[in-house]
């Protein structure tokens, strides 16, 4: 029995912040581009010009949110299946990237695991697995697009983190541990890598709506409760993380490296229901 495939929608009536050229004749490969946050990044890279490889285990999934892409934008996607815990499987990914695109200028590292458990009831091998996809297979994926082209040529590479290591946060120790790791792998890349003219930085989204993610991790809270634990009043969107991604791949960033952006509207800041004591403090003092 085969599981159902996600089909994902690329963004309607979709109006542009930056020229709509501003990454033409460029090349991204994504990780973790058949869906989710990833999918939307690769169709803002699409609109503004850049051709693009998404990466995945799922080969049925990959080709049709390619189709689904490339119809949308007129740009050219390409599905590349690999497990990024195996290096053999994502060179011959980044080989396919350069065979048919002769470059590879952007790499989003987008691929993760992740799952509700507490560190009690957590095995070891569920442990070990998600630091395989995250750290690992950031780092295997960072590592042959260096060595394959970026070291010649320089270049941008994106890794999708999360603020869970900020704070400590229950249930999610295996991947807050996880993201740290990878914010500090990125730091050591940026210095080195660096001359080599590769910037290398770290994009963390708070809850992000129309997400996998959204609804297997917020453990039935509605977009407007989570709302309300926000600052800005409002849970990021998939368009907002893309667009976040592709003004750090432009040379408009061109002085940004080792950094994370934060994109959470303020959340990791307050416990969770600041917004609502501002509102009873507001009540309190109109009644004075």
């Not at 460029?26 to 609109?47: N, Y």
């Not at 993760?112 to 009831?121: H, R, V, Y």
């Not at 792998?185 to 996998?212: D, F, I, N, Y």
């Not at 809270?221 to 592709?246: A, D, F, H």
Request: some cysteine.
């Amino acid at each position: 029995m085969t599981s159902e495939v996600v089909t994902e929608t690329c963004l309607e009536n979709y109006k542009y912040s930056f020229k709509s050229d501003i990454l033409s004749g460029k090349v991204a490969l994504i990780t973790g581009g058949g869906s989710g946050i990833c999918f939307t990044i690769a169709e803002i890279f699409m609109r503004h010009g850049c051709h693009t490889v998404i990466v995945g285990r799922k080969l049925e999934r990959l080709q049709k949110s390619s189709e689904t892409l490339t119809k949308a934008t007129g740009v050219k996607c390409i599905p590349a299946q690999a497990d990024i815990r195996k290096p053999v499987e994502v060179i011959a990914a980044v080989d396919k990237c350069l065979q048919e695109f002769g470059r590879l200028d952007v790499l989003i590292n987008g691929a993760a695991g992740n799952f509700l458990c507490s560190l009690e009831d957590m095995s070891f091998n569920a442990f070990k697995t998600i630091q395989e996809i995250d750290i690992l297979g950031t780092y295997n994926v960072s590592k042959v697009a260096f060595d394959k082209y970026m070291k010649d040529h320089g270049g941008v590479i994106i890794h999708i983190t999360a603020l869970l290591h900020l704070k400590g946060t229950l249930l999610q120790a295996h991947v807050g541990v996880a993201k740290s790791g990878i914010e500090t792998l990125a730091k050591h890349q940026a210095v080195e890598w660096g001359p080599k003219g590769v910037r290398v930085m770290c994009v963390a989204p708070g809850p992000v709506e129309a997400t996998e993610g959204f609804n297997r991790l917020t453990m039935g809270l509605t977009v407007e409760q989570i709302n309300q634990m926000v600052p800005i009043g409002k849970v990021g969107t998939r368009q907002e993380m893309g667009e976040i991604c592709l003004f750090l791949a432009s040379d408009m960033a061109g002085q940004i490296t080792g950094s994370t952006v934060i994109a959470d509207g303020g959340q990791w800041m307050v416990s969770g229901d600041e917004r609502m004591r501002m509102q009873r403090y507001r009540q309190m003092k109109s009644r004075m």
